[in-house]
């Protein structure tokens, strides 16, 4: 029985699945892996089954319908995670943008102190590789402007690598996020943040996908523009 699951929500993935998954079994750490897959006509979760066959019990997957959205799938293993009592559960991409090397760094953060730990782009200046100019600044003029509305200090409040105590996921009344993209990973370092929870950034390098397609849209990124003023409204209320 491993302490850490990483939950890797997946769509059409099955260029990237069997390489990721391999990696994170590879390292020192022992950690157990959830793939959320969204029904991917490309077949990525029947490539997670053959896989499983070879790391029994270590290797878990949930099938949804459709594709949901990102913050659905999240929650989905976040609550399959609480009910199978891992006590540090990670979120992290499968198309190695994230480099799976760094969870025993979340790991460690959270081991010595931290509730939530972020692989940060955005801590010791800016670490994206491959990314084209005008989405470096998208991203971290989104943080800034995060920063700005939410009162958080959080340099890269879109991050998407993440390691939680599941103290932290308990505490979060899950049924009630409402964002499923970028807005989604705001929203649950707001709800922490709302909650004292003590938030460390790790810094990382992020490396753009090479296989695959991006799930970028705009409608993602008017989500987490709006988004981001609902939040600190409802806080305001008291309804976070």
Known sequence: MSDGIVIIPTYNEI???????RAVFALPKSFHVLIVDDNSPDQTAAKV????KEFENRLFLEVRKKKAGLGTAYVHGFK???QNQYEYIFEMDADFSHNPNDLERLY?????????AIGSRY???VNVVNWPLSRVLL???ASVYVRMITGMKIMDATAGFICYRRAVLEKIDLDAIKFIGYAFQIEMKYRAFAKNFKIVEVPVIF????????KMSGAIIK???????SLRIRKFLNRL
């Open 108 to 116: 460690e953060a959270c081991v010595n102190g931290a509730d939530l």
């Open 139 to 141: 991203s971290y003029f």
């Open 49 to 52: 089954v053959e896989l499983q």
């Open 123 to 125: 801590v010791t200046g």
């Open 207 to 214: 490396t753009d996908r090479t296989k695959g397609q991006s």
């Open 80 to 82: 399959w995670a609480m």
């Open 15 to 21: 260029e990237n699945i069997e390489s990721i998954v």
């Open 223 to 229: 989500e987490a523009i709006f988004g981001v003023i």
